[in-house]
């Protein structure tokens, strides 16, 4: 896999390295980059609001102020009613601030300074521009900057749209007892922050949108990373083809372990989506119970009755498959246990374990060191942390998945917005797909039958995992642009599956058709 296609994720050192090495080296003066990145703000910015809008900007001193005078500026060039406040001496402000400040003036933009006692009350249609503090901060906000921060948040304003990251977050920790601005956007320039990927910034992130700015991109791939977010450019360096000659026994042939009595729903969630995402051979084992509801919702698979009625006890030659995934709906009996114990110990190849797996798993731990190699794990952050223990915020679960992964040589999928996928060597890629409307019963087993396809189609578990995420969260983002999020069953994913497989091979040979024409 070629991560120089993904976005890598830096921390604010990083990100000052690049600045200045494209200021050098491309060369462009630093107040041309501000007004460049600056561009890229306002050209998302009026794609998303109406000239109707008012804009309020809030400016630091800071090179982060002096994006939030440029972007001012461009707006109010461009029809849309602006504010300006500004906190902090101007006169003591970063050089290319003071050249913007001074530029502004030239505007008839009202402006205010702001001290202790003047903060504004906005309107509910105000959007906060907030560029109060950057990338750079390295300690928490006190004082009048705080107070001015914990105002705005109360104010009832429903858009508030962060320029590079929310004032007051960290690129990648948290400063305790310091004031963080409330955003429901963040416009991040060149490459995502680590704490924007993470579920406890939620409310400091809101939606995640990056633009380049054109900072040297040889430059950036040369800079030490773990971290990396994924691109469709990405996921099409990676991309299998099937062969004219192919057969439905080359193609995987695979074994799905699911479902209890009232939980078929979820092997036949997982046995749709896994013949959905390409798998040429599937068998559903599945308690004597689901053997109708199985054949008649899924004829295309072969159904394996166990010998009890409600669940399942027991499962016989694996030899004959080339994945096995185990877990949707299965329960947590002493039987179902044994059974999956035994799996571990007949099977070889790399498996995808889910859902009620993982707590059998997480309550026999000298289990763990069973699984094979290469193995994807699916938790959501609730079975993690029955794997792993507790965790103090999310830098410490990210530390708790790699220790995990590394410890025992598997790929560990932690679901939820930007699912992070970790592999053995401590790698992490966070997905880029998806919505809230995917936070539905079923949603997981609809992944666990696609990365199980993946395996079985000659994929390994880290390629499975991120192709897996990136299908499964693109099948809901395109069922959210025709309709409510709030509407998406898992159904849906499964058939929106083939739209977002045939999305991304279109683009794989679109892109190779037009190498070929440059060739």
């Not at 858009?159 to 601005?181: K, P, T, W, Y």
């Not at 159904?303 to 409600?310: F, L």
Request: charged content about 20%; glycine content about 10%.
């Amino acid at each position: 896999m070629d991560f120089n296609l993904c976005l890598k994720v830096l921390d604010a050192e990083q990100i000052r390295q690049a600045d200045q090495f494209t200021i050098k080296n491309e060369p462009i003066h630093s107040i041309d980059l501000m007004e460049r990145a600056s561009e890229e703000f306002v050209s998302w910015f009026t794609e998303c609001f109406d000239r109707e809008f008012p804009v309020v900007v809030f400016c630091g001193t800071g090179n982060n102020g002096g994006d939030g005078l440029v972007i001012c500026r461009l707006l109010s060039e461009a029809g849309y009613t602006v504010s300006l406040f500004c906190i902090g001496n101007p006169e003591a402000g970063s050089r290319d601030f003071k050249i913007n400040f001074d530029y502004i003036q030239n505007y008839n933009i009202p402006q205010t300074i702001i001290n202790e006692g003047n903060f504004p009350s906005l309107s509910k249609d105000s959007v906060i521009v907030d560029a109060i503090f950057g990338s750079g901060l390295s300690r928490p906000v006190t004082g009048r900057y705080a107070d001015l921060i914990n105002h705005l948040n109360a104010e009832p304003c429903e858009h508030r749209v962060a320029v590079d990251i929310a004032s007051g977050l960290g690129c990648d920790q948290n400063f305790e007892n310091g004031a963080v601005m409330n955003v429901t956007h963040t416009v991040s320039f060149q490459v995502p922050k680590l704490s924007l990927l993470l579920p406890d910034n939620e409310c400091n992130s809101g939606e995640l949108i990056i633009r380049s700015i054109g900072l040297i991109e040889e430059y950036i791939q040369s800079l030490p990373s773990n971290y990396y977010y994924s691109t469709p450019a990405f996921i099409r360096s990676f991309l299998k083809s099937r062969g004219k000659f192919i057969h439905k026994g080359k193609v995987g042939k695979n074994l799905l372990v699911a479902g209890a009595f009232g939980k078929m729903g979820a092997a036949l969630l997982a046995g749709k989506a896994c013949v959905r995402a390409g798998a040429g051979l599937l068998t559903i084992h599945a308690p004597g119970c689901g053997s109708h509801i199985l054949q008649t919702g899924l004829p295309e698979a072969i159904v394996s009755a166990d010998p009890e009625k409600q669940l399942i006890t027991r499962v016989n030659e694996l030899d004959s498959y080339d994945v096995v995934a185990v877990g949707p709906g299965i329960g947590k009996n002493k039987l179902t246990a044994q059974a999956l114990k035994s799996i571990l110990q007949g099977f070889s190849k790399p498996m995808v374990i889910d859902a009620d797996a993982l707590n059998i798993l997480a309550e026999n731990q000298d289990w763990l060191t069973m699984i094979p190699e290469d193995s994807v794990l699916t938790p959501h952050p609730g079975e993690f942390k029955r794997l792993v223990g507790n965790w103090e915020n999310d830098y410490e679960r990210l530390e708790k998945q790699i220790e995990f992964s590394k410890k025992y040589k598997v790929i560990v999928l932690l679901k939820g917005a930007h699912s992070s996928v970790c592999n053995s060597h401590g790698t992490v890629l966070f997905n880029s797909t998806g919505n809230p409307g995917m936070a539905t019963g079923g949603s997981g087993d609809v992944l666990t039958g696609v990365i199980a396809a993946l395996l079985g189609q000659g994929y390994g578990g880290f390629e499975s995992a991120i192709l897996g995420a990136y299908l499964h969260g693109l099948a809901g983002d395109l069922f959210a642009r025709k309709k409510a999020e709030e509407s998406l069953i898992a159904s849906d994913l499964i058939d929106r599956l083939p739209k977002a497989i045939r999305k991304v091979i279109q683009n794989t040979r679109e892109k190779n058709e037009t190498e070929k024409s440059r060739d």
